[in-house]
């Protein structure tokens, strides 16, 4: 048993599972420890934790997340045996399906989430986390301005931000910020999953698409559709994006825009890790137009 998986066990029968009998290691996740736990006599459970709590709410906000999409949006997610300050703990799902079929049934879920749960502002009702950032959502009736100031803006504080980015980097992306009105379509507020990068798409045990690891809150729903396009779907998820578009009657022009709206998610990453993936690069490329205009 690994450090980690020996601190997920300690967690576990604090927690009052005794019938944990051992915890093995899962792949996946970045910003937590995550395992998958044997039980006697019951089915294995997926559980993670902090090695040092963020904030007593982040495991709550990520459970209610979780109902959220399930309730407000139709999606399958797992069930949620235990969430408090220390410890998630969920029922197992099952890898995704290397099929175009799952994914074109993916594409059908996420358009029924982004098309029934439209509101009229922006924001959640309360703060949730991205990774090990707390992700401010106050109310705004304004897209554009709740964008700017809660998805792009707030990233500048962040000391890794700080020291990858340039003075006329960061002069850029507010010179963007500034530009939103002109570079993004005047979409409405729906449900979004908010961190929808492939490893958390997974299935149900008859193979329909479930969600994890949301980061939700009412924002366009191109910052979920931006994620997916930009890291590296599988092959079999070229059909994805055409049935969405089908669904939701997606602009042709919808692809030249996910660079802006993914700042957001690489400027999170920049924040987060030592290794940004190229995040930096992705970053500069999408400022490159702003630096010198006026």
Known sequence: MTGSTAFLLERLLRA??????????????LAALAGIATRRGA????VKAFADTPADDVF???AEGLAALRELGGVATPEVILADRDLLVLSMLAPRPRSE???ERFAHVLARLHTSTTHPRFGWHRDNWLGRRRQANTW???GFAFFAQHRLLRWLGEPRVEAALDREDRAALERLCHKLPDL?????ACLTHGDLWAQNVLATPDGQPALIDPAVSYMWAEVDLAHVWTTAPPPEARRFFTVYA???GLDSGWQARMPIVQLRQHLAVL???DDDWGAADQIRATLAPFRTLG
């Open 16 to 29: 009052k599972m005794p019938d944990v009998v051992a915890v093995e290691p899962a792949a996946g996740g």
């Open 43 to 46: 089915p294995p459970v997926f």
């Open 60 to 62: 709550v906000a990520e």
């Open 101 to 103: 079929t799952f994914w």
């Open 140 to 142: 705004d009736e304004d």
């Open 184 to 188: 993004l379509p005047d979409r409405p």
């Open 246 to 248: 089908e669904l939701t």
């Open 271 to 273: 924040a987060q890790f």
